[in-house]
């Protein structure tokens, strides 16, 4: 072709960081190019593997996400591993710029004794589990006992209690994998703690602004304080299933059973707030409780992690040091969404973000600041995936699994039946 070549742009991570900055980038550039490069089979990144399954509204997302991914000046790169099938630096040397959006992977340890006892798992696993995530299919938590303790009280503290509370009647309609609505129906857990080292002014619930903080306050204050109305009191003592947020409580230790074979409770450290306002701290007053439960979920936040020893990582605030998402010390190499903020902010916050990555990236394309002259783009890194055994899947590959979680989910009344083996996915696709 004589028409010149538009800029070859890398995007590495297909949640919503990834898409949004690809939206940006084709809308405001006629001839731009983008590549996403995913590490599983499938898009969507935490829409699909983290939003709770009894929000699909929260989903509708994919819709424009899919429609970017149709456009022909953009490809889906799925089952490419970056870091590990292929170089970030190898990546530079095809494109023109590159973007990395791939969010934040591991799970935030917490760090006692006891951790490492059956019974206790990080939220991002249990979620994992009940979205389909290939990794976390074997998980089989154990739901046989009555209290379970969740530590940390964000959005996904609250999303994880919900799944636990939910009569799993409730779920049979949702995307809920088959396998975790089976393992809920057998479920004993009947009281639920939602366990957090401050109290109730500092919560970590998203709450944007003060005046709807002040709103939730009021709500916390007048729910814990007032008496219900009859009709309230009688719903509640026919209730099955309870929980309750515990406040000023920081984890010390998980308690064995007497055979130490698994968790039995949870030590407690009560605390007390030392400063003001949101640098408020909470410190121990030597004080502990214990806490029976058969269950633990820690929930005390996600983790970005260096996929490649050659992009700078700040390895104290989990992210990689950027100014409005230009990579610092790197040019050519942007980062958006949670590895570029840090693991908290809802799907909007993401976008608002990653449409500014997106601006960067195309103010230095207008100011010559990215290399100038063709790029092979994909070609080059195909060349070397297929050199090196891997093979990608394409956004059309992904349609053809769609169509077939959707067949499958059809006769249950759910939206879908998430397929959780790699390998039967491939199959899927005659690979
Ligand atoms: P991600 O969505 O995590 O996407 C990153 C992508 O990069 C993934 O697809 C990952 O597989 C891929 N990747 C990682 N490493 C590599 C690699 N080495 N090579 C190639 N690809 C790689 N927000 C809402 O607005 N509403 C909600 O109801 C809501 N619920 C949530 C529930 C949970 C449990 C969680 C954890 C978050 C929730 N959020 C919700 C927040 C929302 O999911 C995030 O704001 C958003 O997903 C962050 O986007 P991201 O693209 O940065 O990361």
Sequence with gaps: STQEQGPQICVVGSGPAGFYTTQHLLKHHPRAHVDIYEKQLVPFGLVRFGVAPDHPEVKNVINTFTQTARSDRCAFRGNVVVGRDVAVSELQAAYHAVVLSYGAEDHQALEIPGEELPGVFSARAFVGWYNGLPENRELAPDLSCDTAVILGQGNVALDVARILLTPPGHLEKTDITEAALGVLRQSRVKTVWIVGRRGPLQVAFTIKLPRQRKRLTELLLR????????????????????WGLRFFRSPQQVLPSPDGQ???????????LEGVGEAARAAPTGDTEDLPCGLVLSSVGYKSRPIDPNVPFDPKLGVIPNMEGRVLGVPGLYCSGWVKRGPTGVIATTMTDSFLTGQMLLQDLKAGLLPSGPRPGYAAIEALLSSRGVQPVSFSDWEKLDAEEVSRGKGAGKPREKLLDPQEMLRLLGR
Excluded: D
């Excluded at 698994?262 to 007390?272: D, E, K, S």
């Design 262 to 272: 698994r968790v039995a409770g949870i030590r407690l450290a009560v605390t007390r």
């Design 223 to 242: 729910t814990a304080t007032e008496k219900p109305g009859a009709e309230e009191a009688a719903r509640q003592a026919s209730a099955t299933r309870t």
